[in-house]
């Protein structure tokens, strides 16, 4: 069982931080498919960052992770959710995730993409996101209502 946790809303000076954990967690998927480019992989994420979808995940008041949840007008976008290493297997993400999906009464469908041979995969699969469709690169992932 994950110890206490929450989430907080995120602000503009957390950015940084979030690239950095981004490119820590995704480094092994990356380099495994040969795409790994340490600038690219911070900036990617710094381009699209909204606060304004994302939560912090704070374990015993320290920063944890980080998820968003971006809507759109026919669906649920859950994007960057990652975990430090350290608070990784314990439970924290499926917390986590069993949150984000408890039933709010929205119809709309959650979309997700995840990097091939990534073990989050799984952790998708278990809380009802089935294949939509795939390239050697990324699994494009839904959980509908």
Known sequence: MPAAWTL????????????????VVMRPD???LGRYD?????????????PEHTSVIEVDGVTAGLVAL????????LEHFYLAPEHQGAGLGTA????????DGDPRPFRLNVL???PARRLYERHGFTLE?????DVWMVRRG
Do not use: C, H, K, N
Request: without cysteine; glycine residues 4%.
């Open 8 to 23: 907080r809303p995120a602000t503009i000076d957390d950015s940084t931080w979030m690239a950095e954990l981004r490119a």
């Open 30 to 32: 990356l380099e495994r």
């Open 38 to 50: 340490e600038t690219r992989v911070r900036q990617r994420f710094l381009d699209g960052y909204r």
């Open 70 to 77: 971006r809507p759109e007008p026919d669906e649920r976008w």
């Open 96 to 103: 986590v995730l069993a949150q984000l999906l408890s039933d």
């Open 116 to 118: 091939q041979g990534s």
């Open 133 to 137: 469709r795939e390239d050697e690169v």
